[in-house]
């Protein structure tokens, strides 16, 4: 990167950072205002930090090249969300406020027992401890690759910084550290989809790519085809999408906390609501730049993989004869498939209806000729380097912005995927931190103990202990299929038992915490059994676990009663129905 990249880069952060700290150097003090700011955020507020706190780094370096491989048909993934944002804001928020609860835990054991809140608790803290330190390992291993930045040097520097300000300021510094963040994210995400627009040959006008990507099945955006191993399609969109949504939006805790700090019910639920809003199409947004990237490279020439470390060992290798063959033919049908693009878009441009079927026969033809070199790369990658990860979506768009983008771009485009990180991290960090005190320490101290003062010490050296923690994981990680996968599976094998146990909480008054507690174990149990044996699409996972909580329970009920207790003011309130 230039110097003037590095400025940019590190100015942006800086300020971010700086001024969200600065800004909240007072809010640490109670306990109130360190975990929920005071429950001060306005609307606006919240929404904002739902969505930076849900969009990583792995939102904006996988998502662009999972489009650029697989299409549009990502999008039906958010389908449910809308659907999931109106529940939650109906159902679970005034259960939440109305019980001034400060994690969503808390509010099971006056629902059930102390054993079923640590349950959850514990289940939450598992998966988040894991996706934390895959928000960090991601953009440190793509940057790493192609930057050339020590993998080891970037985690710890990212962890250091995402520690440092999540500890000083609490859910308020995060909170407002976000909304500078979210900012250069649409900045950013908004010049990188007009350069490319601009950068494609001049005949080449944004319909024009449009027609082009639809020829060649990239506008995939709605599947109706039904299939339990198919992870993208209307029918998972709008089951398992929705119910992942409601268990992450509904019981997570790292975002059950952003609209916990709302200044009231409303102020809550029009935050959740905007993230309903803005979310769907800010994903269409980025899967457009990958289908556009797709398109301008029909035009220009693309390497034979985008993930330049592997590329470099096999070309150093056995087989890198073959791979030169390899790379040749490639470049051959770049040419052809260039040729057949110019030819569809004159055609359109012609009204010629032939012409343009033609031209895309040919570009079809060129594609499946270049799917089938792909075939013959990961086989000699294979050979060469057995245990290496050949996968290249996560490097395309990364690729792109340091080869095309100008002086002074490049540098906002790693701001954007480094806020990106900083803000989902922290948001996850702040969330593990609170739910460690106030459902795994709180509940087994001694009351006299419990001073604001000391909850607050004993939030912050949890934080701490996370973040160190997270940064541990994100340096052996190993990475599972494209990033955005990775994240959204491992949610999935945990936010199915998670959102059942809840889904009892709200609707099944006669279930009670020991038959909730063994049916959400078994489940648990079950979920990752299933994951290991089985080719279930993972989006499955999310209501069939869910769905399987609530049956199991309410038969163990049943066979399993347990002696009925007095109802405390909390229970009366905690159940819906």
Known sequence: MS??????LCGALLFIIGYGTWRTRRAGHSLD???LGGRQTRWWGVGLSIIATQASAVTFLSTPGQAYADGMRFIQFYFGLPVAMVLIAVVAVPIYHRLRVYTAYEYLQSRFDRRTRTLAAGLFL???????????YAPALVLSAILGWNTTATVLLLGAVMIAYTVSGGTRAVTVTQQGQVAVIFAGMATAGYLLVHYLPREVGFQDALHLAGGLGRLNFVDFHFSWTDRYNFWTGMTGGLFLALSYFGTDQSQVQRYLSGQSVTQSRLGLLMNGLVKVPMQLGILL?????????????APLTFNRPVYDRVMQGAQAPAARQLEQQHQDLQRAQQQAATAFVRARHAHDTPGQAAARQRLQLAQAAAAGLRQDWLALVKQTAPAADAKDTDYVFISFVLRYLPQGLVGLLIAVVL???????????NSLGSTTLIDLYRPYTRREQCTDEHLVRVSRWATVGWGVLGIGFALFAARME?????????????????????????????????AVFWAAAAVQLATVLCFWLTDIAYLWYNILGCAAV???????????????????AHNQEAVVG
């Open 3 to 8: 110097a003037l990249d590095w400025a940019v």
């Open 33 to 35: 205002g360190y975990l």
């Open 126 to 136: 598992v998966q988040r401890g894991f996706s934390n330190g895959l928000s960090l």
């Open 289 to 301: 730049i990958g289908v556009l990237m797709f398109v301008f490279y029909l035009f220009q020439p």
């Open 419 to 429: 806020s990106a990180a900083l803000g989902s991290a922290a948001g996850g960090l």
């Open 482 to 514: 494209n990033l955005i996968q990775a994240v959204n599976i491992l949610g999935s094998l945990f936010y199915g038992t998670i959102l059942g146990i809840f889904a009892v909480a709200f609707f099944q008054k006669q279930v009670h915490g020991r």
């Open 550 to 568: 609530m049956l199991l329970a309410a038969l163990l009920q049943r066979l399993w009663p347990e002696p009925k207790t007095q109802p405390t």
